[in-house]
C-alpha cells in the first residue's frame, strides 16, 4: 500500500495505521489480513456501523457501505508497478469466530473526563513535590553543623524570606 485503502483518501502510507481486515485476535496478523487505513477511516470502519471490508490475496479490498453500495480498491503499487506480482497466501486458519457485527460495546467508555485525568495528575505531582521539598529540607538542616547551645550556625545573617511552599513570583 501506497496509500490508505479508503477510497478515494489519499494519505500516504506512512502516516496511516497498518489495520487487520478480520480484527486481531480472531484474524492473524498476516498480510493477506493488513492494510494501510488513515486514522480518521481506520476508527470509522473499526466503530462506526454497517461498514464492511474484504481483502483478496492479490491487495484488492472491496468496501461495502452501511446502504450496501460496493467500492474496490487496488494497492497504489499496482499502480505504479503493474507486472509486480503482490499476490499473499491464502489466510491461516481463524482461532476464533469474528466477532458479532452487531455487538454493543465497541469503544471502551472513560471513567472520567480529560481535564479530571489532567487534575487529578496535577495535584499527584504538586504533592509528590511537597514531599520531596519538606525531604530536602529536612536534609539540609541534617547536613548543617551545630553550635554548642544545640542552634543551627546562623547567626548574623538575615532571615529568609517567608515564602513558604510557593514557588517565586515570575
Known sequence: DLFCRYPGCDVPAEHCDLDHVVPYPYGPTHPSNLNCKCRTHHL???????????????????????????????????????????????????????????????????????????????????????????????QALDRQPRTEAGRIGCEGLPPPPGYGDDPPPF
Open 44 to 138: 470509522g470502519k473499526t466503530f462506526a456501523e454497517g461498514w464492511q471490508e474484504q481483502q483478496l490475496p492479490d491487495g484488492t479490498v472491496i468496501w461495502t457501505t452501511p446502504a450496501g453500495q460496493r467500492h474496490t480498491t487496488v494497492p497504489g503499487s499496482r499502480l505504479f508497478f503493474p507486472a509486480w506480482d503482490t499476490t499473499t497466501a491464502e489466510l491461516p486458519p481463524m482461532t476464533a469466530p469474528p466477532p458479532d457485527p452487531n455487538r454493543l460495546a465497541k469503544m471502551p467508555k472513560r471513567r472520567r473526563t480529560r481535564a479530571a485525568d489532567q487534575a487529578a495528575r496535577i495535584k499527584t505531582e504538586r504533592e509528590h513535590n511537597a514531599t520531596q521539598r519538606a525531604l530536602e529540607r529536612q
